[in-house]
């Protein structure tokens, strides 16, 4: 059974390697040669609704996330990685799934064949945001009616509140479909993301407290995650939730801004950690 008080230290360790600058991760990653006849094992998924900067974070793992970045657009489909995780004398080769979040058929379908018919993923990281979900130019219109329906003013809080809703939805379906998967299995794990965390630093608690079950009546995604644990009881080996951040920059939304409150220093200290952590589960 999973041991919340145990994850909220996780949180808080993640916090102290910020604080006290990262130590070089234990555990390098790169691609799998394009030939190579290398078979691999551990086969991982990387979920989370639209605009959580999902491909961002793969990305950054196998080191494209650089000076002159620019993160990718709208997924047209599921993306494929064939990734070595090496820590220690232990290599890992991994098929990764990093899958669309927006609704719709490419996203049925990649989940489908990741989650469908007898296969699963032995780990899943579900990338979340806090609400501060990336919304593409072509998606701003659908957003501001929506907005005006609702009454509510065009600001960075009346979206990221749209956004959690959504977020909620998308982690439900995707919480449904593992109950499935991952029935009559063991040894599995989920790591929750939580990326931007350049946005909100200074609140970073009340975002650790939205996501993380514990005492009190918490929030729907934390009492819902309690719920999912609790279902797949001493099959699911571990949880984490974790702050992350690898590619700072604002967050703008029609006439409002929210900065970064990072430099690079604070973002290689949550990727390293996350590197680290990866290592650990694998």
Not at 5 to 31: I, Y
Not at 99 to 117: F, I, K, S, T, Y
Request: net charge positive.
């Amino acid at each position: 059974m999973v041991r919340w008080n145990d994850v909220r230290e996780g949180w808080l360790a993640a916090e102290g390697v910020v604080r006290d600058s990262a130590p070089p991760p234990a555990t390098s990653v790169k691609q799998m040669r394009r030939l190579s006849l290398f078979r691999t094992t551990a086969p991982l998924t990387v979920t989370g609704y639209r605009g959580a900067g999902k491909s961002t974070l793969y990305d950054a793992l196998e080191g494209r996330v650089s000076l002159g970045y620019r993160p990718p657009g709208k997924s047209l489909g599921a993306e494929t990685h064939r990734t070595v995780f090496k820590t220690g004398r232990k290599k890992i080769r991994a098929e990764s799934w990093v899958l669309p979040g927006q609704p719709g058929e490419e996203r049925n379908e990649a989940l489908g064949r990741v989650m469908g018919d007898g296969n699963y993923p032995v780990g899943v990281v579900h990338a979340v945001s806090w609400g501060y979900n990336s919304v593409r130019a072509d998606e701003l219109p659908h957003l501001e009616d929506r907005l005006i329906a609702d009454g509510r003013p065009r600001t960075i809080a009346s979206v990221r509140d749209l956004n959690l809703k959504e977020e909620l939805q998308d982690f439900k379906d995707i919480s449904r479909r593992l109950v499935r998967a991952w029935s009559r299995r063991d040894k599995v794990w989920l790591i929750i993301v939580v990326t931007k965390s350049d946005l909100f630093w200074d609140d970073r608690r009340k975002a650790m407290e939205y996501y993380l079950p514990g005492e009190g009546a918490g929030s729907a995604f934390s009492r819902h995650l309690d719920d999912f644990a609790d279902t797949l009881g001493d099959a699911l080996e571990r949880v984490l939730i974790l702050p992350f951040s690898c590619f700072p920059e604002p967050y703008k939304i029609f006439h409002d801004e929210a900065p970064s409150q990072f430099v690079n220093r604070e973002q290689d200290a949550l990727f390293n950690n996350f590197l680290s952590v990866m290592g650990k589960v694998l």
